[in-house]
């Protein structure tokens, strides 16, 4: 394939100009945001780590269900998994709180493999229902978990917490005190890992694979008859999201250190603040979930002491989003301006083709 | 006088523009057909008239009522009934429910009822209680047809009615043609079959990529003509 | 003796989740629509009734009949003017819609009545019961059983014996072909959805006269609803009925055995379900 391309006249190019001004900018702003805790304070520091770990949850919903079609609102199911199993390698197995995190990430995937096997015996809306069962299944069987407080929750051991890795030398480096050291850690480990997210997706779906996945998406039956297996795309993305899910489930309550299963299986605080950010963002875009997590951001900031009006603000916002911008606004953004900062369209360039 | 009146229709499925300024008219208690080959825009032409495509108002009038923007169930009570190409029957509903649910829309009491179709085509009494879809291809046809002629429209539509059927089923359904017509409906017969069409129309209007190539009463028409309006060559 | 008590309270339990489910059946059978936010429409119904009751000082009973139109109504406005608008090939803005409208309903209750639990007031009738010889049978729960009876037999005749059932059933098979019968969709869409507020308002009585209810309590009624419908298969109502007596036996039997597994039996009896019958007990011939 490589081959042909190279002496063809044709040259079939995904990057844009845009796309190269964002790598540079990532670059930069990576750079900026690893350093950031040298002069920012604890409560930005904070925010941040919010901001990069919803981030990372909404990439992963909006690989499940932008580009894989599989509308879940249950991925509390694997937040809560995450959590549960770094609690669980923390107390029971006496496991450093970090590579703990490792063990959420894999506890997800192990469990998110009978779940897709019911949930994938239901269609459309009802795989919707079906995994939001399933995440109160795991839930309810959490709350029996004696050993892990049961249904009023436990808290990590204070000295889990303090002698976690790195945090000494943390603590030294930036001559913080230990608990500032710890969120600092959190921190680079949530911007490590919604980079990395970014990176790894914005990788699948310039990959062949990724193209097989837009045509499931589009088309079921004719990405069949092309060879595409769409049964296994579908396991596919159903297990990275979880996999990917579950850590950022564990590295939330490594930050948390409390934990209880109705704030790790919470319907609202990681599935439905998750879809809000990816609706009003731009579903099955890259960028959508950037900027739908600043949006998200913001109106919190602005509207969490209200209590339910806020809650009330958000669901109002994202059924007239959905109505009137369905694309969200970063489908707004490239309306207008056609611009892509990740493109993952492959475009054909060179040759005789004149342009249109 | 002209009672149903294309002028200038257009029409679009997204970029592709399958219609490119149809003019047809249908006279009072005329029956009128259309042929051409596949992808002409005969089709379309009738899910224009119907209101499943919709178009600019002027587009179409229907007794000096411009109905070319109208939805298919605002025109239906408005005496404009069509039997949609391939049947297209109702499978949760029996043969009775399918000619009964032809009646939905219907404003006033007319010609046609359940006793008049089950008399137009008598098989369909035996079969009243089966569901639609078990029926033959033919039978099928017929429900099509006594399910649009409930409404008791002034002006049925039938696209392909013969498509796919045996040349004996098509002389079967073709029979009730004439009899349609004396209940005073006008009809426009979308057909391939040129022969069948030839029969029972009182004019013609031959189709090539969306544009009417040709016009004439059968009588007035010979073979080269509508070879040439048909496949446009030797014109 | 305790277990047949069980049981009898269990399949009694199911008729109050098949009054949850039957909506929700209906809906779907009709334009394949599942509304997320039906759970928090049967506690809006609720606190509607319990709003009657208090300010008119009425009898549940007289004050869900005054509710009935008005959720009617409310069906009908939220499928014409929201709703139909979010209807296609694409499964997303339906569900992400009423997943929307369950968060602002949720927390519209939650401002407005505070999350307080309330109750229905009933009198006599919550501890009336009859004496069965073996057992004893609360009121309530057999009206309510007897209700959903009713229910599903009257959305059956509806569906099958009335000209509005077939433009509901010709609709659901092919939208375009039934406009061409002088049908508009919208319209037979927004019917279908006041008519299952009318049962969202009946299961909301009985919901509100047997327990407890606060505006968080919508999401789980909605689970059971739907673990009712897919255990019954889809499009069948008296399969709905059988789906909840399921969901109602579980529960009962696991809470009887330890009352902190109530639910999670019912969910655990859903998967086995799903399991060994994926397309549910009595599935459509054609789908």
Redesign the interface.
Same mark, same amino acid.
Request: hydrophobic share 65%.
């Given at each position: 394939m490589a081959g042909m391309t190279r002496s063809s006249p044709y040259e079939v190019t995904t990057r844009t100009r845009a796309s190269r001004i964002t790598a540079v900018a990532a670059v930069a702003l990576l750079a900026l945001l690893v350093v950031l805790p040298l002069f920012a304070g604890r409560g930005l520091i904070q925010d941040m780590f919010f901001i990069l770990t919803m981030l990372v949850l909404a990439q992963f919903w909006n690989l499940l269900?932008g580009y894989g079609g599989l @509308?879940s609102?249950g991925q509390q199911a694997f937040v809560g998994m995450g959590a549960y199993a770094m609690f669980g390698g923390v107390i029971l197995a006496g496991m450093d709180p970090i590579p703990a995190i490792l063990l959420g990430g894999i506890a997800a995937l192990i469990v998110a493999i009978p779940t897709a096997f +019911?949930a994938f015996? *239901?269609q /459309?809306?009802?795989f919707? =229902? /079906?995994t $939001? @069962? &399933?995440a109160? @299944?795991m839930r309810? @069987?959490m709350?029996?978990a004696k050993a892990l407080g049961g249904?009023t929750g436990t808290s990590l051991p204070r000295t889990a917490t303090r002698e976690m890795w790195a945090t000494e030398w943390i603590a030294g480096a930036l001559d913080v005190r230990n608990s500032a050291a710890r969120d600092i850690l959190t921190y680079w480990l949530a911007l490590a890992l919604a980079a990395a997210t970014i990176a790894a997706i914005y990788a699948l779906l310039r990959s062949k694979r990724g193209l097989a996945l837009s045509a499931v998406r589009d088309n079921p039956e004719a990405a069949k008859s092309v060879g595409v297996d769409a049964g296994r795309m579908k396991w596919f993305v159903f297990l990275t999201s979880a996999f990917g899910t579950g850590l950022a489930g564990a590295l939330i309550y490594v930050q948390k250190a409390r934990i209880s299963p109705d704030a790790a299986f919470s319907?609202?605080d990681w599935t439905?603040y998750v *879809? +809000?950010i990816v =609706?009003i963002g731009g =579903?099955g875009t890259i960028e959508g979930p950037i900027i739908g997590v600043i949006v998200f951001f913001l109106l919190q900031s602005l509207l969490a002491d209200y /209590?339910? $009006?806020?809650? +009330?603000t958000?669901? &109002?916002? /994202?059924?007239v989003v959905? *109505?009137v911008a369905?694309r969200g606004i970063w489908g707004l953004i490239t309306e207008r301006t056609g611009i892509q900062l990740f493109p993952v369209r492959r475009r054909l360039s060179g040759g005789s083709l004149k342009e249109d | 006088m002209s009672f149903l009146t294309t002028r200038g229709l257009t029409a679009h499925y997204g970029d592709f523009q399958a219609l490119f300024g149809v003019d047809i008219m249908l006279n009072e208690g005329e029956t009128i057909a259309i042929i051409g080959a596949n992808g002409a825009g005969k089709t379309t032409l009738m899910r224009s008239l119907s209101g499943v495509l919709r178009n600019s108002p002027e587009m179409i009038t229907l007794d000096g009522r411009k109905i070319g923007a109208m939805s298919a169930d605002e025109i239906v009570p408005l005496g404009l009934a069509m039997v949609p190409e391939g049947r297209r029957l109702f499978p949760s509903l029996s043969v009775e429910e399918n000619l009964l649910i032809g009646a939905y829309g219907r404003k006033i009491e007319g010609y046609w009822n359940l006793e008049k179709i089950y008399r137009l085509f008598p098989i369909l009494a035996e079969r009243r209680s089966s569901p639609g879809t078990a029926l033959s291809g033919g039978q099928q046809q017929m429900v099509a047809i006594g399910r649009a002629l409930m409404s008791n429209p002034r002006v049925l539509l039938c696209d392909e009615i013969s498509l796919g059927l045996a040349p004996v089923v098509i002389r079967d359904i073709y029979a009730a043609v004439p009899r349609i017509q004396e209940s005073g409906a006008s009809l426009i017969v979308v057909e391939q079959d040129i022969g069948q069409a030839m029969k029972v129309a009182d004019r013609v209007y031959c189709m090539m990529e969306g544009r009417v190539t040709l016009e004439g009463t059968p009588q007035s028409l010979s073979r080269d003509d509508i070879h040439a309006a048909y496949f446009g060559v030797g014109a | 003796m305790i277990w047949v008590d069980t049981i009898v309270q269990g399949v009694l339990l199911g008729g109050l989740y098949a009054l949850f489910a039957a909506g929700l059946s209906l809906v779907f059978g009709i334009m394949r629509l599942v509304n997320l936010a039906h759970g928090d429409f049967i506690v809006m119904a609720a606190y509607l009734i319990l709003l009657l009751v208090t300010l008119l000082g009425l009898s549940p009973f007289v004050a869900a009949a005054l509710a009935a139109p008005i959720m009617y109504l409310t069906g009908w406005l939220l499928q014409k003017h929201l709703l139909n608008r979010t209807l296609g090939t694409d499964i997303l803005p339906p569900l992400l819609v009423t997943f929307g409208l369950s968060i602002a309903l949720q927390n519209a209750l939650l401002e407005g009545f505070s999350a307080d639990s309330q109750r229905l007031p009933t009198g006599a009738i919550s501890t009336a019961s009859l004496d069965l010889g073996v057992i004893n049978v609360g009121v309530l729960p057999l009206m309510t059983f007897g209700s959903a009876i009713v229910v599903i037999v009257g959305l059956n005749q509806l569906f099958y014996r009335t000209e509005l059932g077939r433009a509901f059933r010709a609709t659901s098979d092919d939208p375009t072909t039934a406009s061409l019968m002088g049908i508009r969709p919208g319209d037979i869409f927004a019917k279908a959805t006041a008519i299952a507020m009318l049962v969202v308002t009946l299961a909301a009585l009985y919901l509100g006269m047997r327990s407890n209810f606060d505006p968080s309590i919508g999401p789980a009624r909605l689970i059971y609803a739907f673990q009712a419908v897919i255990i019954g298969g889809l499009g069948s109502l008296w399969g709905t009925l059988a789906g909840g007596v399921i969901i109602g036996l579980a529960q009962t039997i696991g809470a009887a055995i330890n009352p902190e597994w109530q639910i999670l039996a019912g969910h655990v009896a859903f998967l086995v379900v799903l399991l060994v019958r994926p397309r549910g007990l009595f599935p459509r011939a054609v789908d």
């Open positions: 269900a @509308v609102i +019911f015996r *239901l /459309g809306p009802y919707a =229902i /079906g $939001w @069962v &399933i109160e @299944v309810l @069987v709350a029996q249904g319907v609202t439905a *879809l +809000f =609706i =579903i /209590g339910s $009006w806020y809650l +009330f958000l669901g &109002i916002i /994202g059924i959905m *109505l369905p | - | -």
